[in-house]
């Protein structure tokens, strides 16, 4: 007889379903099927159980090969390989537990590291924007229950949050939004023609990087003040239309991806972005939210916002937290080679960063901690494969609108596996040893 376990978190993307219900096979072994999941929340489960899952640690050998060791031995290696790095840096994070999050970091502080998460390369410039200007936000449950106008801005949510539209933004039937997608307008503004983008009231095609100009153009027209005939590519009497509309809203809501985050004009993109929801507000209530893309990423800028003050890019190495983007940043310092050794959990790099940066981790000591085989485990010396956080073991994430959630074990890791926080605090003791303590 298999059993069914309710409530389930996904740990996949900022979205954190937690409606999945997980088939298990009577010994608690195996996951037998899925419901409510994605296509992409679903291969998550699905993978923990694929054949050929690395069980064991692996050392790079001279000769590119691996060659299976204990955890005891990667554990050895890893304290060492920190202990002795003059300025380490440990990225990631994004995809692991608040609770591993938190051992991580008192690593760091121990060595004198930097702590960077996959903010660096995502909505960094929305961390940075917060700092300049505030955020008005809310929760993704006002969104479902009240929102009638919905902004999606540099993202493609049908394809990186694939059920958020269906749970919280587009469809569902909310308490003031009982008519589901009829009782909403949907803006989508994407220089591409996206999926999202064909489910939308109005689509503006923005020229590439001239997103700064449009938001300005929103807030001219707000004020019903003159605009040029065209801008960044979309006609005047569009975006009074549009304008209009979302004046005429009860409670409006503009989710922002790395189109906009990342495109020309970064971090001032969101400044803009957040002083036109600013601006609106002068008319109807109106939120701004980033749809965050790893599971987790949210709750590792709240932990190292709570333990450091700062949401990522902390530099450690002088024994006080600093935080300077552009130079405490991964890229900055694997590029000026500032870095003599790399630790990484919970993210991959290997598939995300510049190749000059993927080079540089491929020269230095490096250990990739990751239940998968990565780019980046295998381009590390020491790749150390671990329980999957919301499968195997439980532990605390926090969804896009900075909501705690506690993620749920479904099955058990594969015999004798530790789980991060396990490895973690392992390491963390060993160092506790080399440095002195007892
Ligand atoms: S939308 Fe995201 S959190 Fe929800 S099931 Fe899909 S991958 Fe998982």
Not at 281 to 305: C, D, P, W
Not at 408 to 415: A, G, T
Request: charged content about 25%; glycine content about 8%; aromatic content about 8%.
């Amino acid at each position: 007889m298999s059993q069914s376990v309710t409530d389930v978190i996904c740990p996949f993307c900022g979205t954190l379903c937690d409606d999945l219900e997980v088939i298990v096979s009577d010994d608690g072994k195996k996951i037998e099927d899925i419901y409510n999941a994605c296509a992409i929340g679903a291969e998550k489960f699905m993978h923990a159980q694929a054949a050929g899952r690395v069980k064991r640690p692996r050392m790079q050998q001279p000769d590119g090969s691996y060659k299976e060791v204990s955890y005891d031995e990667a554990v050895e290696y890893t304290a060492q390989m920190l202990h002795k790095a003059r300025k380490p840096l440990m990225y990631g994070w994004s995809s692991t537990s608040c609770e591993a999050q938190s051992v991580g970091h008192e690593i760091a502080e121990k060595v004198g590291a930097i702590v960077d998460n996959t903010a660096t390369v995502c909505h960094g410039t929305t961390l940075i924007a917060v700092q300049d200007v505030g955020i008005p936000s809310c929760t993704l449950g006002e969104i479902k229950n009240r929102a009638d106008r919905i902004i999606f801005w540099g993202c493609n949510p049908c394809h990186a949050h694939p059920r958020h539209q269906s749970r919280y933004s587009i469809f569902p039937r909310g308490y003031f939004t009982n008519k589901g997608h009829k009782n909403r307008k949907v803006v989508v503004v994407d220089p591409r023609d996206s999926d999202t983008a064909k489910m939308a009231d109005y689509h503006f095609k923005v020229e590439q990087g001239r997103d700064y100009e449009l938001l300005s153009a929103f807030r001219v027209a707000l004020r019903n003040e003159p605009l040029p005939e065209k801008v960044a590519g979309i006609p005047r009497e569009k975006i009074i239309e549009a304008a209009d509309m979302l004046k005429s809203g009860r409670f409006g809501i503009i989710f922002f991806g790395m189109g906009v985050t990342q495109s020309l004009s970064k971090n001032h993109n969101i400044d803009n972005a957040i002083m036109l929801t600013k601006d609106l507000n002068e008319f109807t209530k109106f939120s701004i939210m980033a749809m965050r893309g790893h599971y987790n990423v949210t709750g590792s800028g709240q932990v190292l916002g709570w333990q450091f003050g700062y949401p990522f890019a902390v530099d450690l190495s002088r024994g006080f937290a600093r935080y300077n983007p552009g130079e405490s940043t991964s890229n900055d310092l694997l590029r000026r080679g500032e870095v003599d050794a790399v630790f990484v959990l919970g993210s991959d790099p290997g598939a995300h960063f510049p190749i000059s940066s993927v080079k540089k981790i491929s020269q230095l000591p490096s250990v990739c901690v990751d239940p998968h085989i990565t780019p980046t485990s295998e381009i590390s010396k020491l790749h150390v494969p671990v329980a999957f956080v919301g499968v195997e073991v439980g532990g605390n994430c926090y969804r896009m609108d900075n909501v705690p959630i506690e993620a749920r074990k479904v099955v058990d890791p594969p015999e004798g596996m530790l789980t991060d926080v396990e490895f973690l605090s392992r390491v963390n003791s060993r160092l506790e040893k080399l440095s002195g303590g007892k």
